[in-house]
């Protein structure tokens, strides 16, 4: 039985890899910082991206590593511990502990690392895979959304109220995360080469973030006005965020740099092979679907 290690596991991308590789009859291991609860397929691995003990353990007896944690919101030093050198000791592990194959989940914002600090992390995290000697295949997601997911709630709560808040015009694209935990499982089993992939929802050129809105709005069942912010203004909320909502802020001034860039599509050349993967569930059906989970859960 193939075995496969993940970091991050515990997390929204992690948790449908999780199910992803257990559905496909894998057995997992699994880093975790707190005790979970016993999953048959899953053996729990205590400890963090700093601990190599740790880390060495998880990688021990692993045909392949997915790498999927990381920080996404903090500060440079967070950025730095959490997505670089945690990258570094991940990739050191496996191949201290004979794995071969590496599969990192970077970021879009990889692309463009003078915009972010975040960005700057991930750009240095995908270099330190570069250098691993390890056969690596990177995936840059663009925004990432399905059911489970926190991130984008606020815009699904706008939606429902009339009126969705954007940043500057610009495009982007989605996938559901369904479909990324598959792509992800997938290569593990598959060695394209050491390729870095941009992966979405095959819709090319993606969408503005008018249309984005509008798609959220069709699945709470509204019809909400997108109204775009200046950049001055998002800065400044990016500012005024953290001091009013602490640590159930979602817009930092990293997150408010990066925001503002025009253009978050995948390019279509870096896009996965066909005969590799395609996506599976289309945007409008993804949202709704995540729309679902949220009045389930009444979050919405």
Known sequence: MTTLALTGATGFVGKATVD??????????????????????????NGTLAKEDSLARLASGADAVIHIAGVVNG????????????????????????VKRFVHV?????????????????????????????DWTMIRPPGVYGPGDLEMRDVFRMAKLGLVILPPPGRISLIHVADLARLLVTLTATDPGRETYECDDGHDGGYTHSEFARLVGAAVGKRPLPLPMPRALLKFAGWADPFFRDSFAKLTP?????????DWTATPDRRPP?????PQIATPEGLKQTADWYRANRLL
């Open 274 to 278: 066909a005969r590799l993967w395609a």
């Open 20 to 45: 992803n590789a257990l559905a496909r009859g894998f057995h997992v291991r699994a880093l975790t910082r707190r005790d979970q609860p016993p999953r048959d397929g899953v053996t729990w691995v």
């Open 106 to 134: 970077s970021s879009m914002a990889a692309r463009e690392p003078d915009l972010s600090e975040y960005g700057r992390s991930k750009e240095r995290a995908e270099h330190a895979v570069r250098k691993s000697g390890l």
């Open 254 to 262: 990293d997150r408010a740099a990066y925001l503002c860039h025009p």
């Open 75 to 98: 500060s440079k030093l967070d950025f730095i511990h959490g997505n670089v050198d945690g990258t570094r000791n991940m990739a050191a592990a496996a191949a201290s502990m004979g």
